[in-house]
């Protein structure tokens, strides 16, 4: 993003574009006393375009939000829900997302390929009908952050973002929501994220738009390594914010669009990411002079995931060589006598070769809620940043406590 | 393997092949009080061949063993040290390594291409020459294990293997030792495995069964997906069995020899899995019904790879839901609505739904110290195995303590 493009961003507290509402309930589904079960809409279809899970075992209601997004693009309400994530649940969980989008097209006398579905929680439970059927005409048209927290899990708290950008002398308002905090719970169905924005924009350039988004924000965070089988994010825009329809990359105002989304979806994904199980810290890896945007990535990933420099960054450890190790596993151009690394902006490798820093300095420097990395493969010009969190005591009494 | 080829090895106690000797002694490389310095040599010239780290940052020592193996698939002498790594060391590094070789050459009145190198330990110190210099005289032609122990960092205990076969009448002794157990203190570099043998057999031949048998084995473990830089399998076969030269994979006792020699190399790699940093367990996955051998095992690996099924394992937890999401995270041919689970041989998972299964029963049977995962694709006839471990507070402890 240029200079240009980030100072037209102006982040603003939680709000809704225009014709956006919502509600968040609790209904029972699970055990935790928690608003579980939501509604999403939108006065007129909007366009919307999603990217999903590439876990095999797709969630039958991200399956079916995929399908109906991809009839035209174009999406009016989401039915969402916490608790059950209604994965690996056969042809009974297929058959109840329907069943849930039928409910709720009829609710608000829509069609059915206007509604998208979402859940989250166990993975092989089913989804209790009589208790949405029943839950369904008590959700109101409101304008607070409910839904927001009705799809929590054991997230320690909502993922919000919202900026404002001007896009043909109109204010367009970008808000999103997500949860997400790794599988928290044993059997829990992870990451959602939902963005709502007033733009007006054709249905497949908010497709292109979103996935371009997604590969440098959410698909470049990571917890532990374990893709769900529910991750979704959905992106409705519904053009009440009256600019002039985007329709192509070379539009004038496009470009400020898609750094509006993409700040949003950034800020989303560092939530998650600090909010993963256990974590005490979030790490960020900033990669420079890499060959190409996709090997920066490839390598600011490869740092944040390690579970050698996640362990090493809890216990405040400057531990460059594990840093290095992980660098060298990625299959990237790397020029493998001059790499320089930095931990929170002190020097601690250059030209592959430990420098001397004093330890300790650098060791309180880490006593922060935020670590940043900084690697150079001296092989070009490109960037790339990853997002993750450190590896504590508690992430795995959470993911082992099965007995407590 | 066949049950013919298995009936054919006998595994025994500890012994080298005819005409290989070996020592380890303390020399004081590192702070801790255990023996840190060795040879392994045989009586005449052996066929070689080694399979090393893809890591980027080779360390110098396994960059000149590789080498020096490649010059003609020969070696008769390896000089070994645990406590420093001389891995990122540079131009220092390359030196050092070089001497040590030239060293142990002129001590055994040998070609320095007869000689490799392996270090572990620190990563970025450098070797301490003149403390080599003088242990090198104090090396005695022994028939102990103890160059297997001075190899050792913070294992817990060795790695040894020992089969004979009977090649074309000869008994054959099949002989191997390894150390690792993942990163266990910080900036250790970690992998080594050596194999030795009194077969005849060509050296390009050895290097073909040797990269064939390391990619079932040695490649199937993880303890924490973290690829260190010193990494390194090397086999010696020295002949004095006095078989018939092993030329071709079509001899008739090839697949006798091969499969004694997989089995050396699979006992060696799963007691380092057993080992791991903090492990309490050791994980096999069985995949079965794949469509080929590479995708079974990277649906294997896939399986004990995963940070949540490695603590699910510590907490005694049958959670099938991480073990159905780390296989669907694989890109391996699946039939997605027949996948099948069972832990410990109790099925959890058929038709890709879980089975109703007696929780508590799963878990109690998991109180071992072994843990067998089974997968089935239902997607054809190749089979695939991985080992690894679980991931305990020990593993969070170890790797964190750098203020302890």
């Known amino acids: 993003m240029t200079q240009d493009e980030e100072s037209s961003i102006n982040q603003i507290s939680f709000t809704w574009p225009k014709g956006f509402y919502n509600d968040g309930i609790k209904i029972g589904l699970g055990t935790v006393d928690k608003k579980d079960f939501g509604y999403l809409f939108s006065q007129v279809p909007a366009a919307a375009a999603g990217t999903y899970t590439t876990n095999k075992f797709q969630a039958a209601p991200t399956k079916l939000t995929k399908e109906t997004i991809n009839v ?9 829900n916490s608790a059950i994530a209604n994965s690996c649940t056969g042809a009974q969980g297929t058959k109840d997302a329907h069943t849930e989008q ?17 859940s989250t929680g166990l993975i092989g439970a089913y989804l209790d009908m009589d208790k949405i059927k029943a839950g369904l005409p008590k959700l109101q048209p409101k304008t607070g952050d409910d839904v927001s927290q009705a799809i929590l899990t054991t997230d320690k708290k909502p993922k919000q973002a919202c900026v404002q950008v001007t896009l043909d002398g109109k204010t367009v308002t970008i808000t999103g929501f997500a949860k997400g905090s790794g599988m928290i719970h044993p059997k829990m169905a992870t990451m959602l994220g939902f963005v709502t924005t007033d733009a007006a924009i054709d249905g497949d350039l908010l497709q292109a738009t979103l ?15 374990d893709t769900s089988t529910n991750d979704m994010v959905v992106v409705l825009a519904n053009g009440m914010a009256q600019n002039t329809e985007l329709k192509t990359t070379t539009d004038a105002d496009y470009d400020t669009f898609a750094a509006g989304l993409h700040f949003v979806l950034g800020e ?12 005490t810290k979030l790490i960020e890896a900033n990669v420079t ?27 405040d450890d400057p531990n460059w060589s594990r840093i290095i190790a992980a660098i060298g596993m990625v299959d990237a151009t790397m020029d493998i006598d001059h790499v320089a690394i930095s931990a929170n902006g002190i020097p601690l490798v250059k030209d592959s070769v430990a420098l001397p ?9 880490m006593k922060t809620s935020k670590v940043t990395i900084d690697v150079s493969l001296n092989s070009g010009t490109a960037t790339g940043q990853a997002w993750g969190c450190d590896l504590t005591y508690n992430y795995v009494k959470i993911n082992a406590s099965y007995h407590t």
Chains 1, 2 share one sequence.
């Open 211 to 225: 996935s371009a988004g997604v590969d440098t924000t959410f698909n470049q965070i990571t917890v532990d390594g």
């Open 357 to 365: 820093f004093d330890e300790t300095m650098v060791s309180e420097s």
């Open 72 to 80: 035209d693009h174009k999406l009016q309400a989401v039915i969402l």
């Open 289 to 315: 002079e890499a060959l190409n945007p996709t090997e920066a990535q490839s390598v600011a990933k490869a740092v944040v995931g390690s579970s050698l420099v996640k362990a090493a960054i809890f216990g």
């Open 102 to 118: 039928q409910w709720l097209a009829d609710a608000l006398n829509i069609d059915t390929n206007l509604v998208g579905v979402a």
């Open 268 to 279: 989303l994904a560092k939530q998650i990411a600090a909010d993963g199980e256990g974590a």
